[in-house]
C-alpha cells in the first residue's frame, strides 16, 4: 500500500542530533564535462555527459516547460514577424537584433521555452496556450535555433496533448523537415526528458527525481548579463538557508536561523572565488539544506579544484529527521497547480477525482505550517478546478494538500 509523509507541519514528532560529519568530493570532470547528481544521504546518483543534450522537456504532471543546453553552446530566439501559421515564410532578417532566450537560474519550471510569458493571460505557457475545454496547450510560436554546430534551424512545438509533445523542425528554407513526439509516460519518475539535434532522437538521462537532491553542473547565470557558471542546483521542491558570517561554522548547527528559499542557485556558485591564480574558498559560510522529506542537512564547501577535474569539496551533516504521525493512505486523484510557480499573482489548482468520497478538504500551508488557503468541495469523480489569487501571499514554497476521511495527497506551490 502506498504511503504518504505528511509536511513538517503536521508532524508530532521529529529527531534532532548531531550526526557525524562527513567529508565528500563530487567530480564533474576535466573542462566541467559532466553533469552529476547526487543524495546527501545516498552520494553519487548517476552522471551523464553536458553536451549531450540540446533541448530538455518538462515530464512532470502538468509541466509545459522546456529548457535549453546554452552552456553547449545552442542559441535560441523568438521569431518576432508571426505565430506558427507563419512557419513557411520565416525570414531571419534583423536576428541580431533579437533578443536570445535563457532558461531561469532560479526556477526549473520556467525554461528558455516557457519562462517568456505574457503575465495578463493565466494560460500562456510561453510557446503555447493552454486550452480549458479540451485539456490540451497548442502551439502559437517558432523559433530560431542555432546548434552548437553553427547550423540554424526553425523550431515549434505544435501541441502538448495527453502527455505527448509534439514538435516540429527544419532548416530555415524548410528542407529536412523532421516531425518528432516526446511521450512523457517514457520518463516516470523523471523531471525532464531530453532531445538532442544530432541525433534527432529523445533519450533519458537523469535519475528518478525522488533519488537526488542536488545538481553538480554549469549553468547559464546572469550577473548581469548571461554567463556560464559553475556551482550546484537543487532538486524541485527543496529549500536552502544561507547563512553568512558564521563565527565556529564547524559547530553552528542553529538550522533556523536563516532564510529557506526555493530558488535553484541558493547553493549556486559564489561560495568560491577566482584570486587569479587559484580558488578560495568564502570563509564563515554555512547552507542549511531542507530535503522534500523533510530532513536538514549542514553543508560547508571546503575546497573546489577548478576545470582541471572539476572537484567540488565540502562536508555534510544531517541534523534533522521529521517523523510522521502515521501512515496516510494515498488519494486517489489526480493534482496539479497550473501554472507552478505562479503567474501574475495567479495559478489553477486541478483536482481531477477518480472515485466518490464524503467531501474533500483542501488546504494550502506555508512552510512554517501557517493556513493560507481553506475549502471544502463535493467528492465527486471528475475533474474539478480552484482559481486561486496569490497576490497577497509572500514569494515562497507552500504546500498543497487535499483529503478525504480517510486518505490525503499533497503537492509543493511555488510563489513567485
Known sequence: MKKLLLSTSLLLGCTFGNAQSVTDTVYIGAGYANQTWYSLPNDEQGHAPNAEWHLAFDVTGFGSTVLINSVAGLNIWTY???????????DTTGLSSWSMRYNS?????????GRYLNSSNPYDVGWGEYNMTTHQIVGDSIYIVKTPAGAFKKFAITSLNSGIYNFKY???DGSGLMTKTLDKSNFANKNFGYFSFSTDTSFNREPDNTNWDLLFTQYTGFIPQAYTLTGVLTNKGMTVAKCSNIIGKD??????AGTYMPE?????????????????IQDSLVYFVARTNGEIWKMIFTGYTGSTN?????????LYTPTSVANVNELNVGLA???????????????????????????????????????????????????????????????VRVADEKSAKTTMLEVR
Not at 518576432?80 to 520565416?90: A, D, F, L, R, T
Open 337 to 399: 497547480v497550473y501554472p507552478n510557480p505562479t503567474v501574475g499573482g495567479r495559478t489553477n489548482l486541478v483536482i481531477n477525482a477518480l472515485e466518490n468520497s464524503n467531501g474533500m478538504n483542501v488546504t494550502i500551508t506555508d512552510l512554517k505550517g501557517s493556513v493560507i488557503f481553506s475549502q471544502t468541495m463535493e467528492g465527486t469523480t471528475g475533474l474539478h478546478q480552484i482559481a486561486l489569487n496569490t497576490t497577497t501571499w509572500a514569494q515562497g514554497m507552500y504546500v
Open 251 to 256: 559547530t553552528f548547527v542553529t538550522w533556523g
Open 170 to 172: 527544419a532548416n530555415l
Open 80 to 90: 518576432p514577424s508571426s505565430g506558427i501559421s507563419g512557419w513557411s515564410s520565416v
Open 105 to 113: 537560474d532560479t526556477s526549473w519550471s520556467y525554461g528558455a521555452l
Open 310 to 318: 572539476g572537484g567540488f569539496i565540502f562536508s555534510k551533516e544531517k
Open 264 to 280: 535553484i542557485n541558493t547553493i549556486g556558485y559564489d561560495w568560491k572565488h577566482f584570486n587569479g591564480t587559484s580558488y578560495t
